[in-house]
Antibody, heavy 119, light 112 residues
Framework: EVQLVESGGGLVQPGGSLKLSCAAS????????MHWVRQASGKGLEWVGR??????????TYAASVQGRFTISRDDSQNTAYLQMNSLKTEDTAVYYC??????????WGQGTLVAVSS | DIVMTQTPLSSPVTLGQPASISCRSS???????????LSWLQQRPGQPPRLLIY???DRFSGVPDRFSGSGAGTDFTLKISRVEAEDVGVYYC?????????FGQGTKVEIK
């Protein structure tokens, strides 16, 4: 059974940093691109970014709203993807989901972790 | 960026009756590889999104056959043949043809 479990969310002050983790199981993690998608309370879904696989040089792509502040990485030996978030703004407050993409569709989603940016 | 526009934004439906949601993209979603990467997601209250349909009309594993997708180019439709109580939630279309990936605003399906 494919499982994605996010962790690391919490309350952080504006300008602060937070690192989210996405622990994967039930599939060959090294063979899948991993995406992060966020959702502010009561709002729609916003794509954050993606990391590809080792054969694709672990290439990353980001939304303009987080480019230069957020970094996606992965540790295939630990079956885990990460989202490092720096220079956080109040508008980054959201539930953050990790999602798997074997091809050009996101088939499995985690339960999400809440990030609140507030003073 | 490709803008995804869904209609309607709210859809009150009688149990057992059909429902239909439209999604229009601001550009063609045909990828250079010839595929069209348009997906439909369901988000039940308090739950994460769940993939229903990918590549316009392919039903994901475990998705009931009352859900179907159709369309081409820039116009797409999700149909529920007979709405059940468990279908209540918000439905999103999503394109993965070009970065950044983008979503429709969501359509709330509720029971009358």
């Amino acid at each position: 059974e494919v499982q994605l479990v996010e962790s690391g969310g919490g309350l952080v002050q504006p300008g602060g940093s937070l690192k989210l983790s996405c622990a994967a199981s039930g599939f060959t993690f090294s063979g899948a691109a991993m995406h992060w998608v966020r959702q502010a309370s009561g709002k729609g879904l916003e794509w954050v970014g993606r990391i590809r696989t080792k054969p694709n040089s672990y290439a990353t792509t980001y939304a303009a709203s987080v480019q230069g502040r957020f970094t996606i990485s992965r540790d295939d030996s630990q079956n885990t993807a990460y989202l490092q978030m720096n220079s956080l703004k109040t508008e980054d407050t959201a539930v953050y989901y990790c999602t798997r993409a074997l091809y050009n569709w996101n088939d499995y989603w985690g339960q999400g972790t809440l990030v609140a940016v507030s003073s | 960026d490709i803008v995804m526009t869904q209609t309607p934004l709210s859809s009150p439906v009688t149990l057992g009756q059909p429902a239909s949601i439209s999604c229009r993209s601001s550009q063609s979603l045909v990828h250079s590889d010839g595929n069209t990467y348009l997906s439909w997601l369901q988000q039940r209250p308090g739950q994460p999104p769940r993939l229903l349909i990918y590549k316009i009309s392919d039903r994901f594993s475990g998705v009931p056959d009352r859900f179907s997708g159709s369309g081409a180019g820039t116009d797409f439709t999700l149909k529920i043949s007979r709405v059940e109580a468990e279908d209540v939630g918000v439905y999103y279309c999503m394109q993965a043809t070009r970065f950044p990936l983008t979503f429709g605003q969501g359509t709330k399906v509720e029971i009358k």
